[in-house]
């Protein structure tokens, strides 16, 4: 790939300086909208917001840019694909339209059923006080509220009870950070089983799957607290297997793919899909329509083929002609450390500590999530931070460096989770007692043991 291809990511965050990082490393001259301290030191920022769809048409127009990969959900939710693609400009990413998938549960659930995919019962309501009676109308169990918009990561309530779910109704309805995301309140079952994540990359015909990973939503370790934008997450899970990952391609992601087409939405970039491992098999809690944050970043650190080469064979619709991603053996861990507070009100502007020392581990990127230079220093500048991810020959090596690394770095109130990828090592080591066990049983036994359960 030629070094002259200029790209430009628009975002800011962990995200963002991923892919920078990435498209840096196969040839391209980077720039980033807006940036921050983390990916101005593998491109150029633009200082620039990410939803400023003019200005970034300027910069594209002005500089001669050949690709433009949107990171977050807000742009592509507004239009930004739709408005680059009328300029004549080559831009990665789903349509206003399509990106309704991430940016309207509902529309969500109604493709879901248009291509017969398997997710959670729901109810939708118009008002909180409608949702409120529905609750006290049904029998009184686990549900989980969302709003129907864009919340950041924090309009999803998973409640124990009626008590519970009516709170977390009432704080869409009361919270001006997620009212607007409100319009509509989705009541939904709540599934049980293990949580995963899939990514592909679609151009609207062709899906190319990548590695599946695990992402740690709740704040603190063994998934207490609220739920956040994430803490943390590892590549590959070792809860979903080929044939599990040949079943979620097959009754998931193909399905989907198809009922957007036949919607008249046909959907390309990265179609991500949350799902919920469950005794009935895979059921999807959620679609993006973007990489994921923090998995874009383990995912990337493993993906050893051109990510330039992937995302313009999307962009020109010829995936089916590309060479399938190759990926390094092993694993990757990202632990997001963030700020006090969070995800609550956090301070910003406390300079950050052992940045140059953890980066100079072996197997280790520490890609910046909310940071800026001050005076300078290197300042956190949001609630998570950093996202330090780490390659190992397995998953326990992976967690390691990764951990390793944390300890490298120091600002006040810094934070992290301590169990990033330990739902995947216990995993393993069930798996191993499973076949061992096996092994060691007569041939002539025809009893067999039970498999391991999640």
């Known amino acids: 790939m030629p070094a002259s291809r200029r790209v430009l990511v628009v975002g800011g965050g962990g995200r963002e300086h991923a892919l920078a990082w990435k498209l840096a490393g196969d040839g391209a001259e980077v720039l980033v909208a807006p940036g921050n301290a983390g990916t101005a030191a593998v491109a150029e920022n633009v200082p620039m917001a990410a939803t400023d769809v003019a200005g970034l048409l300027d910069v594209a127009r002005c500089r001669g840019i050949d690709l433009t990969v949107v990171g977050p959900e807000a742009p592509l939710v507004a239009g930004i694909v739709d408005e680059f693609t009328a300029a004549g400009l080559r831009i990665f990413g789903p349509t206003k339209r399509a990106a309704a998938i991430e940016g309207s549960k509902s529309f969500c659930k109604q493709i879901l059923h248009r291509g017969d995919v398997p997710t959670a019962m729901y109810r939708e309501f118009r008002s909180a006080a409608r949702a409120r009676e529905h609750l006290e109308a049904r029998e009184d169990m686990p549900v989980v509220i969302k709003a129907d918009g864009l919340a950041a990561g924090k309009g999803v309530f998973v409640c124990q009870n009626r008590a519970e779910a009516s709170a977390a109704v009432s704080s869409l309805a009361s919270d001006p950070l997620l009212a607007a995301a409100a319009g509509s309140i989705l009541v939904e079952e709540r599934l049980d089983g293990v949580e995963v994540s899939v990514l592909a990359i679609t151009d609207g015909r062709t899906i190319v799957t990548l590695p599946p990973l695990q992402d740690h939503k709740a704040a603190h370790d063994d998934d207490q607290g609220p739920n956040t934008g994430g803490m943390g997450a590892y590549c ?11 079943e979620i391609e097959g009754r998931i992601l193909v399905p989907t793919v198809h009922a957007m087409r ?13 799902l919920m491992i469950t005794a009935q098999g895979p059921k999807v809690l959620e679609f993006n329509a973007r990489f994921g944050d923090p998995e874009c970043e383990p995912l990337l650190m493993r993906m050893e083929s051109s990510l330039l080469e992937l995302l313009d064979a999307t962009v020109d619709r010829r995936l089916d002609a590309c060479a399938a991603p190759r990926w390094r ?13 969070y995800p609550g009100a956090v301070t910003k502007g406390q300079p950050i500590r052992g940045l140059e020392a953890a980066a100079g581990l072996p197997d280790v990127q520490v890609f910046h999530a909310a940071t800026r230079h001050l005076d300078g220093q290197v300042v956190a500048d949001g609630g998570r931070v950093l996202a330090v991810t780490a390659l190992g020959p397995s998953l326990g090596r992976a967690k390691l460096h990764a951990y390793t690394a944390v300890k490298e770095i120091r600002w006040q109130g810094a934070w992290c989770r301590k169990d990033i990828a330990d739902k995947g090592l216990r995993r393993e080591r069930d798996l191993l007692a499973a076949e061992a066990v096996s092994q060691e049983s007569p041939a002539d036994d025809t009893t067999s043991p039970e498999p391991a359960t999640s």
Do not use: C, I, N
């Open 329 to 341: 053996e092993g694993a990757a861990v990202s632990v997001v450390m963030a700020s006090a507070g």
């Open 262 to 274: 036949r919607a008249k939405v046909p959907f390309q970039g990265v179609l991500y899909a949350g």
């Open 236 to 246: 590959p899970t070792p809860f979903v297997d080929d044939a599990l990952l040949a």
